[in-house]
């Protein structure tokens, strides 16, 4: 007990002079430390903003944190000689944080306090085992070490990924405070502590949306699998079976994102434009194939407007009247399939089977008129010829008619619009075309089959959208959320560098929505999440704050919403969301308030300040008066993931494993210590789409 006492002695600093809720207020001892203190032989600065101290209480310790120190002036203030200098005794604030308690095991803190302090109590240091106890990270998977603390004798800081990834995390600071090395740093660590733990590749997904190009090769040391999509990829990359060239195809797109991009107008637009996505997908030649006989009439009708989409596509187009081999071939698909609904029918059903074997017979004429052959080095080779406009338009009318009197057909029985169902886009503008001249709004539409014209002749959005012969959704999934033929986890970095203007926002929104819906069908299929991590660079162009209107989504609002949804609901299937901004006052304030942990490097703008200071709990708001001049590599930790609001020094990574985001080397090219190639001729020629 004695030596406990002289221990206690010998780190008391000063007393409390005064206690609030909010602000304890001491006086420091005249033989308090003026800049170094040493206990327990460890060397620490003292008095320093932002450290910690401890006052003894009957439940332990109350721990505080040093808001502000200086000078408790003498009052002389009525004496015309008076001169405001240093002098008196000096005086420190702090804010209360929590209670240390010590347990069988060990001291633990614990945040809040229900003990106050009263006038005349010890404020002392802590020892290295009480600065441990305060910054210690008690979950039981808290193994992802991000730095140390100096402000709590360099203890080590370790975040739980559970809290960190499933409750959302912000990083945020000015250009070059160095938060893509923090989040390249966070999924490095993540990973080489999951296979410190296992001995072997951790099942981990990481999808990174880059939009400057910056984490090409951060990771490539790692024991996962890196997928690398980008637009043009280089022809020296397209060796490597891991880098792709970027599809997003557009029949992947909801009507509401063909709307976003195209600029549709709610009133004839947009209905225009839903009804030839409903339709050209109702076409699919994949649709053509009868599998559910369980309601006939209802597979009938649905059937029979698939083959209706199927003829006012080729009507609209005329590319299948010129591919005649192709129109033949699947139009004798469906006349196999309704001679297979004809043999399903009951015999009560004489009415619609006459109907359909009426519609097959002129099927089978035109077919055997058409159908010709030829031989080939010995064998015989079949083919179409070209099918007239006249017998597209009869089988058209011939279909509406026999679909109206077997009763119409429900929307509910229709493909949907925002189905991913494969289409070729090429035929979106002549089949927008079409509806419009059967509704006289042709005047109305002319701007959007103009701009998806445009979209497709452009070869570099193209690539990205168009379509492609073999490709699924399937395919998409596996290459973009996880491929369950790896036993490794997996990083796709998803460049965005050189992704056109005109569907950047659209592009990210898609990517978001497809894996933030596959995870929903994952938890609802299996009964429970696949965890996945979606990391958004540059958050502030792409997950903006609007106001609402009554005016149309355009592209950008419509990705700031599936951001929203994602840091709403995207937790309860899985999915944790890594924004890392520059500007905070610029991004949407419903995904930011979502956010559970925060990572805070250096911000000088008056208005990111302003809101981050709503983040954090008002008696710690003096923390982050150091937000200005926090040095490259230094950062505040607050939230969920950590006990209490930490500055930390970040862990340094090395120069091959960071993010290529250094500033320019100015100085060194001008003065030739580096050189630059200046043949811009292969970069024209790939700008141009030149071989």
Aim: charged fraction near 25%.
């Amino acid at each position: 007990m004695n030596n406990e006492f002289e221990n206690l002695r010998s780190r008391c600093i000063g007393t409390v002079d005064s206690v609030s809720p909010k602000e304890i207020k001491g006086i420091l001892l005249d033989e308090a430390p003026l800049s170094v203190a040493i206990t327990d032989g460890n060397i620490s600065f003292f008095p320093k903003l932002n450290s910690y101290l401890l006052i003894p209480n009957e439940a332990g310790w109350v721990v505080s944190i040093v808001s502000w120190i200086g000078y408790n002036h003498l009052n002389n203030k009525n004496n015309e000689t008076y001169i405001d200098l240093p002098q008196g005794s000096r005086a420190i604030y702090l804010n209360p944080l929590g209670q240390l308690k010590r347990t069988f095991e060990r001291v633990e803190f614990e945040r809040g306090l229900f003990s106050f302090p009263t006038v005349g109590d010890s404020i002392v240091l802590p020892t290295q085992e009480q600065l441990g106890a305060i910054v210690y990270n008690a979950d039981k998977n808290a193994t992802i070490s991000i730095g140390i603390s100096p402000l709590a004798g360099n203890q080590e800081i370790k975040l739980s990924p559970d809290k960190l990834f499933g409750r959302h995390l912000a990083v945020l600071g000015n250009t070059g405070s160095g938060k893509s090395c923090t989040v390249a740093g966070i999924i490095r660590w993540s990973l080489e502590a999951a296979k410190s733990s296992i001995g072997k590749s951790p099942n981990a997904r990481f999808i990174i949306l880059d939009p400057n190009g910056e984490y090409k090769n951060a990771f490539n040391d790692l024991d996962v699998d890196i997928k690398y999509s980008c637009v043009n990829l280089d022809k020296n990359d397209q060796k490597n079976i891991n880098k792709k060239q970027l599809r997003i195809p557009g029949w992947l797109w909801t009507s509401q994102e063909w709307a976003g991009v195209l600029q549709a107008s709610g009133k004839t637009q947009k209905p225009i434009l839903r009804e030839a996505l409903r339709d050209l997908k109702a076409s699919n030649d994949e649709a053509t194939t009868v599998t559910n006989m369980q309601n006939i009439d209802m597979t009938i009708k649905t059937y029979l407007y698939k083959l209706l989409c199927f003829a006012k596509r080729a009507n609209a187009s005329q590319e299948y009247i010129v591919d005649k081999t192709n129109f033949g071939k699947t139009l004798n698909k469906h006349y196999e399939n309704i001679n297979y609904f004809i043999s399903k029918l009951a015999s009560d059903q004489d009415g619609i089977k006459d109907l359909l074997t009426s519609l097959n017979t002129k099927i089978e004429q035109q077919l055997k008129s058409n159908k010709k052959s030829f031989n080939k080095s010995g064998e015989n080779v079949e083919y179409y010829d070209a099918f007239s406009l006249a017998f597209i338009d009869d089988l058209i009318t011939t279909l509406a008619e026999l679909i109206k009197k077997l009763g119409g057909l429900d929307e509910c029985y229709t493909v949907n619009e925002d189905m991913p169902v494969e289409f070729d886009l090429q035929y979106l503008a002549p089949y927008m075309d079409l509806i419009s001249q059967d509704t006289n709004s042709e005047q109305y539409i002319e701007f959007i089959i103009m701009r998806i014209k445009s979209l497709l002749n452009n070869t570099t959005i193209s690539s990205v959208i168009g379509n492609q012969s073999g490709e699924t959704l399937l395919g998409w999934i596996n290459d973009f959320v996880s491929n369950q033929s790896s036993s490794k986890g997996q990083i796709c970095i998803i460049d965005l560098s050189i992704v056109p203007l005109d569907i950047i926002h659209l592009v990210v929104s898609v990517i978001s929505r497809l894996i933030f819906e596959s995870l929903q069908r994952y938890r609802r299929y299996y009964s429970q999440e696949l965890p996945t991590i979606l990391v958004m660079e540059e958050a502030h162009t792409f997950i903006r704050k609007y106001t609402e209107s009554t005016e149309e989504f355009s592209a950008d609002k419509l990705c700031t919403h599936i951001f929203e949804r994602i840091a709403r609901e995207g937790r309860k299937f899985g999915l944790g969301l890594v924004l890392s901004s520059q500007r905070p006052s610029e991004l949407s304030q419903t995904v930011l308030s979502q956010c559970n942990s925060y990572i805070l490097h250096r911000i000088v703008n008056d208005r990111d300040q302003e809101l981050i200071r709503k983040l954090v709990p008002d008696n710690l708001g003096n923390l982050l008066d150091e937000l200005p001049s926090l040095p490259t590599q230094k950062a505040i930790v607050l939230g969920t993931s950590v006990p209490l609001p930490t500055v930390v020094e970040i862990r340094e990574l090395s120069l091959g494993k960071r993010p290529n985001s250094d500033d320019p080397a100015f100085w060194d090219v001008w003065t030739n210590k580096e050189t630059r190639d200046l043949n811009w001729k292969p970069i024209v020629d790939e700008w141009q789409n030149k071989e």
